[in-house]
């Protein structure tokens, strides 16, 4: 089964990179937390970056109840992308320079999570990146669930687009003394930082100590 093309989702160039396979587009927005978010505020555009989670066939973001994108992107037609660098690719002329890459683009009506579906929601974003988590954490108080605000899209509408592999010269371009080839690009996790103000006997757990990026990793 693959989505429906729309005449905002069809590949206008490069087809071949393009998928409308939900699992497609499902393990990209698994493999990074981060994404775009697009909306209109008086018939101009604007574009928040934030963490998304998904959840079966949709997709979730949240952000303060008075942000001004969370505001007018409620109930209003929205763009979310999700990209990921993997690569520089270094051809043989300026032209055939490009990236290996993956991106999802996913268009709707925004919705707004009911208040009593809030918590859950947001234990499902904390789970998704660090299962097990939210057992160890204070519960959320009231307050903090009132001013947040939980906002959905369900993939119906969306394309996936990848590029990998090297880069594509032209044949004559082959026979040039000129390196070319592919810089790999990969995100890595640093050393953990410690909060000075740890109880002496708390450790890191295994959700910490294990943490990947990419949740199909975890």
């Known amino acids: 089964?693959?989505?429906?093309?729309?005449?905002?989702?069809?590949?206008?160039?490069?087809?071949?990179?393009?998928?409308?396979?939900?699992?497609?587009?499902y393990d990209i927005l698994d493999a990074s937390p981060q994404c775009t978010?697009?909306?209109?505020?008086?018939?101009?555009?604007?574009?928040?970056?934030?963490?998304?989670?998904?959840?079966?066939?949709?997709?979730?973001?949240?952000?303060?109840?008075?942000?001004?994108?969370?505001?007018?992107?409620?109930?209003?037609?929205?763009?979310?992308?999700?990209?990921i660098l993997d690569g520089f690719v270094m051809a043989r002329s300026a032209f055939h320079h490009s990236a290996n890459y993956r991106s999802v683009t996913i268009f709707g009506r925004a919705f707004k999570v009911a208040d009593e579906d809030k918590a859950a929601r947001l234990d499902a974003f904390v789970e998704n990146l660090w299962p097990g988590r939210?057992?160890?954490?204070?519960?959320?108080?009231?307050q903090e669930i009132k001013a947040t605000t939980i906002l959905g899209l369900e993939i119906t509408e969306a394309s996936a687009k990848a590029r990998s592999g090297p880069p594509s010269d032209d044949e004559e371009d082959y026979a040039l003394p000129i390196w070319a080839g592919v810089i790999p690009v990969t995100q890595t996790l640093g050393a953990l930082e410690h909060d000075p103000r740890n109880l002496p006997d708390v450790t890191a757990p295994d959700h910490i100590t294990r943490f990947s990026l990419d949740r199909s990793k975890r």
């Open 134 to 142: 939210t057992s160890i954490l204070r519960p959320m108080q009231p």
């Open 37 to 83: 978010v697009g909306y209109a505020i008086d018939g101009k555009p604007y574009v928040t970056p934030t963490f998304h989670w998904r959840e079966g066939n949709h997709v979730y973001w949240h952000g303060s109840s008075a942000s001004r994108m969370i505001r007018q992107s409620t109930g209003a037609e929205v763009c979310l992308n999700v990209q």
């Open 1 to 25: 089964m693959t989505l429906d093309i729309t005449e905002r989702t069809r590949l206008r160039r490069s087809h071949e990179r393009g998928s409308f396979d939900p699992q497609t587009i």
